[in-house]
Each structure stands twice: as structure tokens, then as C-alpha cells.
């Protein structure tokens, strides 16, 4: 995209944003589908950090909990390629694919919202980060409402909108996510190395005698053991 590449050009919908060089109304609106690529290849990563945090990092892969990651990471494709669609259109039709998206996008935030409060019962922190992701996801569809799709704002400035979003949403948040479920070995469990473990020093029984003079012999050490130790 800073390439100026990975783009088309589609007629707008609206004439609400001119050039002084258009031929036609409304006007061609540079449009990029590499910025929806990109979305896509990206978002199951942080869904899968969010779901890594929602289990304070012992993520169990048993049938649902990976369900449930299925589903959210579904959903979420739908949402971006409802919206990546809808930019190729320049009929009133692309606004049928926005609710497509949207509705993927709600039904996506609602199980991960479930996931968190009810099935999880996540600690407190980690819902307040999902609450502002939460806040910026919903922050794209209105920046894809004034731009691709109602063609309020110009280029440039979606850019700059759907920008400051990906800085936050992309790479600001898996940071903080990183740094609130960071543990120290201290906190870490290993219950194989656990179960192993003694848990203090115990004295061993003495082997069985075989016979007197074997009892004797094994006393014997013993006690020269002790008199070393002395």
C-alpha cells in the first residue's frame, strides 16, 4: 500500500468526495484489497492470543475449545471478506454484504465475550483488554462506512483512520497480551516433574538380613558410616 499497490478502482456510490480531474458522476475511488488481504491473514493470530490469555496460558486443545476457536476465527473471515467484497461493488448492493460482515463480526465478539465471562470466568485485566479490542474492531465498519462505502473522506485519510487502527489492534494489543500473561518459572507447572518429586527427604528401610553373619556385616558399616560422619 505505500507502494501504491494492491489496489482498483471502483465508481463511488456517493459524489460526496471530488477531484477537480473526474469525469463522471459520482467520481472513481482508489480502493485497496491488499489492506483486506492482510486483515485476513492476520486476525486468527489474535484471536488465538486471546484465546491463549482467556485460559491464563494452559490452553487445553481438547473438542471445545477448539470449536470455539474454529468459530471465532470463521466468523472473522467472513467479516473481512463481507467488507473486502463489498468494496468491489459499486451498487447499493455492497451495503447487503456490510451487514453480512457486521453480523459475523457481533456473532464473533459475542462468543468471545461468552468465552471470557461465562465459560472462563477470566480474570477481570484480561476482559478490559478485550473490551478495548473490542472498541477498535467496531471502529472499523464506521471507517468503512465514511470511505469505501459512503466515500465521506478521502483517501488519504482512510488510510491515516484504518492506520492507527491496525498500529493498535495488530501490534500494540498482542504486545500487552504478551506482557500480561507472562509468567516467571517460578509460576510455571510441571506436573509430571511434580508427581515425581519427593516431597522431603525420606529415610530408605533398611534392606532385609539374610542371615546373622550378613546383619552383622551391614552393622558394622553402618556404624563406621556414623563414626566418619563424626
Known sequence: MASNLGWTAIEAEFNHVTTSDQSE??????????RYIGWFLSWPGVLYALEL???????????KTLSSLAL????????????????????TYKWGYFTFAVAAQLFAIGIIFNRFLVELKTPIKYVLVFSFITLLWILYPICWGLS?????IQ?????????????????FVPLALSFLNEK?????TYPEAASEAPEGKKEEAPAARQSGETAVQAETQ?????????
Request: proline letters at 1%; glycine letters at 12%.
Open 25 to 34: 458522476t459520482p467520481g472513481i475511488r482508489q480502493v485497496f484489497y491488499a
Open 53 to 63: 490469555v482467556a485460559h491464563q496460558g494452559n490452553l487445553e486443545y481438547n473438542l
Open 72 to 91: 471465532e476465527i470463521g466468523s472473522t473471515e467472513i467479516y473481512v471478506l463481507g467488507l473486502l467484497i463489498g468494496i468491489l461493488i459499486k451498487s
Open 148 to 152: 469505501e462505502g459512503g466515500n465521506v
Open 155 to 171: 483517501v488519504d485519510s482512510e488510510a491515516a483512520f484504518y492506520g492507527v487502527l491496525d498500529v493498535l489492534l495488530f501490534g
Open 184 to 188: 516467571t518459572d517460578d509460576q510455571l
Open 222 to 230: 553402618d556404624g563406621n558410616e556414623v563414626a566418619e560422619q563424626v
